[in-house]
C-alpha cells in the first residue's frame, strides 16, 4: 500500500481512476471494498479517531424569544465557543427534510443516472463530485492529493438560478426552497449577530454585505475503516457564518478552548439548525466572535450522513474590496486586531496553510 507521503505514479493514477469511475465514494462502497483506498487514507497525525471523550449540545437560541434575549445568546455563544444551534427558525421542517431526502436520494440513485452528473473539476455553479482536500504541504512538490469520505453537491448561487440545473429537478427544486427559506433566515441571523456586537443591524451588511453564496451538500458514505479516513478536515469556515442542517447520524466535531486537544461531539437536535461563526465574521468583530475550529469524522461502517452547510460569503469579494475589524468595535482599549484584508486574500492563505492548523496569523497587528 502506497504512503500518503510518497505521492508517485501509482497515486495518481488512483485518484484519476476513481474520478473516472464517476461513481463517488459511495460507488467504492457500493463496490464492495474492505480497505481504504490510498488517495483517502488519512494521515496518521489526524487521528481520526471517530471516538470523542465528550458530547456537546450547542448552545440553543430560541428565535420565537423576545428579541433582546435571542441577541443576547447569540452573542453569548458567539463569544464562548462560536457555534450555536437555532430552533424556531422559521424554515418549515418538511423544507430541510425535503432538502436533506433530495440529496440522499440524489446520492443513492443507480450509479448509471448518478454519474450522468459526475464532475472531476470543482468549478461550475452546480457540480456533483468529491472535493479533494487542499494541498498537504503548500510550496512542496510532492504534494499527495487527499480525498476526503464523502461526495458533494456544490451550489453556487449569484449566477443566476437558471445556471444551476444540471442537476436532476426533483433535487433541485427541494434545494432552493430550502436556499430561498435559509436566506431569510441568514439575514435574520446576521441582523442579531450585528446587534449584539453592539453595532447596528446593518452594520455587518453594510461593511461586507452579507449574501448566501455557497451550498455544500455533502454526502458521507459509511465506511469499512472509519479512523483512517477523513469526513471534513480539520478547518474553520472562512465567510461570516454558515448554518448547517444534519440528519442524526451524528459526526460533527468541534474544538472548543480550554478543552485542549479534545474532539467534542456537536449532538444532532430533529428541527435545529447549527450555526457557526467563520473567519471574516472573527476579522470583522475585532476577534470579539470565535471561528470555531471543526470536523467531520465518519461514525458509522453501515450508514450514510447527510448534512448542508449554506455558507454566508461577504459579497464585496474584489481585490479592493477591504474589510477589517468594524470600526465602532476598535477603541483604546482594544486596539484592531486585525489589519484590512481581502476576501481573495483570506482564501489564499488558508490554500497556503494547506494542512497546517487554521490561522489568521498573517492578518494580525503586532500589538506589543
Ligand atoms: O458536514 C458537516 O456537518 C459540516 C461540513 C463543514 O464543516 C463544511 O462543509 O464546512
Ligand atoms: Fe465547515
Not at 130 to 143: C, D, F, K
Not at 256 to 270: I, Q
Amino acid at each position: 500500500m502506497a504512503a500518503v507521503d510518497d505521492f508517485d505514479d501509482v497515486d495518481a493514477l488512483a485518484l484519476f481512476d476513481f474520478h473516472e469511475s464517476r461513481a463517488g465514494v459511495r460507488g467504492l462502497v457500493e463496490s464492495g471494498v474492505t480497505t481504504v483506498p490510498p488517495p483517502f487514507l488519512a494521515p496518521a497525525a489526524w487521528n481520526s479517531s471517530p471516538a470523542a471523550t465528550e458530547a456537546l449540545v450547542a448552545p440553543t437560541v430560541d428565535l420565537s424569544l423576545p428579541r433582546s434575549q435571542a441577541v443576547a445568546l447569540v452573542g453569548a455563544a458567539a463569544r464562548s465557543c462560536g457555534l450555536f444551534q437555532v430552533t424556531n427558525h422559521g424554515v418549515p421542517p418538511g423544507t430541510v427534510e425535503s432538502a436533506l431526502s433530495a440529496v440522499r436520494a440524489f446520492n443513492e440513485q443507480p450509479l448509471a443516472s448518478r454519474s450522468a452528473y459526475y464532475s472531476v473539476s470543482t468549478a461550475g455553479p452546480a457540480i456533483y463530485t468529491t472535493v479533494p482536500i487542499p494541498a498537504r504541504n503548500a510550496g512542496q512538490p510532492a504534494n499527495a492529493p487527499l480525498l476526503p469520505w464523502r461526495d458533494t453537491i456544490v451550489l453556487r448561487f449569484g449566477h443566476g438560478e437558471s445556471h444551476l440545473d444540471h442537476l436532476p429537478a426533483a433535487c433541485l427544486d427541494a434545494l432552493l426552497e430550502y436556499h430561498r427559506s435559509l436566506t431569510v433566515l441568514g439575514k435574520m441571523i446576521a441582523g442579531l449577530l450585528s446587534e449584539a456586537l453592539g453595532v447596528g443591524t446593518e452594520q455587518l451588511d453594510r461593511a461586507v454585505q452579507v449574501e448566501a453564496t455557497l451550498m455544500q451538500c455533502h454526502y458521507y458514505p459509511p465506511c469499512p475503516q472509519p479512523e483512517r479516513v477523513v469526513g471534513s478536515r480539520v478547518h474553520t469556515d472562512g465567510d461570516l457564518f454558515t448554518v448547517v442542517a444534519q440528519d442524526g447520524v451524528g459526526g460533527l466535531q468541534v474544538r472548543l478552548d480550554g478543552h485542549g486537544d479534545t474532539w467534542v461531539d456537536v449532538v444532532p437536535v430533529t428541527g435545529a439548525l447549527i450555526v457557526n461563526i467563520g473567519d471574516v465574521l472573527k476579522v470583522v468583530s475585532n476577534d470579539d466572535y470565535k471561528s470555531v475550529e471543526h470536523r467531520v469524522v465518519v461514525k458509522s461502517t453501515q450508514e450514510a450522513r447527510v448534512s448542508i452547510a449554506l455558507f454566508f460569503n461577504p459579497g464585496k469579494c474584489g481585490d479592493s474590496d477591504f474589510f477589517g475589524p468594524l470600526a465602532e468595535l476598535v477603541t483604546q482599549q482594544r486596539p484592531a486586531r486585525y489589519r484590512s484584508l481581502t476576501w481573495p486574500e483570506l482564501l489564499r492563505y488558508r490554500k497556503q496553510l494547506g494542512h497546517a492548523r487554521p490561522s489568521l496569523d498573517k492578518f494580525k497587528v503586532n500589538l506589543n
